[in-house]
């Protein structure tokens, strides 16, 4: 079956960066996108990059270029986001998700606390 | 960016109840148009895609339509689990854009 099983969470100080991960199996990993999209405290959803592993490109939201790098490595089946120069607005639940027509398979979330 | 604007943004219900919550993008996107269940503490949950087709496994009781602008989604008989906020998200481009949610509260 299908999952997508993203790494623990984070408690990250304001100016860090955190990594969180996305492991997929259940499916052939270069033939879906993988996209990154988060939820912060009382908000809605917002669609942060997205990746094709079959080839490492990556469409990236105006808002987080720059601060976020995704990252894969086809031989473990994982995606990768990194986000940058984290600040308090950045504490939130951080979901991968699969695509081929809109998402279909969601991560679990990771979330992730800026604290000082 | 596209924007999406859904409405309402909550309305109460009854169990057995029929509702529908509308979605419009801020130009056309054919039917590049996805709906999202989310509930707290859970993971999104993929209910349509394509604008009308449901994900394996989505409950018959909801349903969906729309094209180019205009999209709705409709549960036919509104069951307990179906309580949550509703996210309309286009996929026409990128970045990809979400509505900002309907919450379906109980009555």
């Known amino acids: 079956q299908v999952q997508l099983v993203q790494s623990g969470a984070e408690v990250k100080k304001p100016g860090a960066s955190v990594k969180v991960s996305c492991k997929a199996s259940g499916y052939t990993f270069t033939s879906y996108y993988i996209h990154w999209v988060r939820q912060a405290p009382g908000q809605g959803l917002e669609w942060m990059a997205m990746i094709d592993p079959s080839d490492g490109r990556t469409p990236y939201a105006q808002k987080f270029q720059g601060r976020v790098t995704i990252t894969r490595d086809t031989s473990t089946s994982t995606v990768y986001m990194e986000l940058s120069s984290l600040g308090y607005e950045d504490t939130a639940v951080y979901y991968c998700?699969?695509?081929?027509?809109?998402?279909?398979?969601w991560g679990q979330g990771t979330l992730v606390s800026v604290s000082s | 960016d596209i924007q999406m604007t859904q409405s309402p943004s909550s309305l109460s219900a009854s169990v057995g109840d029929r509702i529908t919550i509308t979605c419009r993008a801020s130009q056309g996107i054919s039917n590049y148009l996805a709906w999202v269940q989310e509930k707290p503490g859970k993971a999104p949950k993929s209910l349509i895609y394509?604008?009308?087709s449901l994900h394996s496994g989505v409950p018959s009781r909801f349903s969906a339509s729309g094209y180019g602008t205009d999209f709705t989604l409709t549960v036919s008989s509104l069951q307990p689990e179906d309580f949550a906020t509703y996210y309309c998200q286009q996929y026409d481009g990128f970045p990809w854009t979400f509505g900002q949610g309907t919450k379906v509260e109980i009555k």
């Open positions: 998700a699969r695509s081929v027509s809109g998402t279909d398979y």
């Open positions: 394509a604008a009308s």
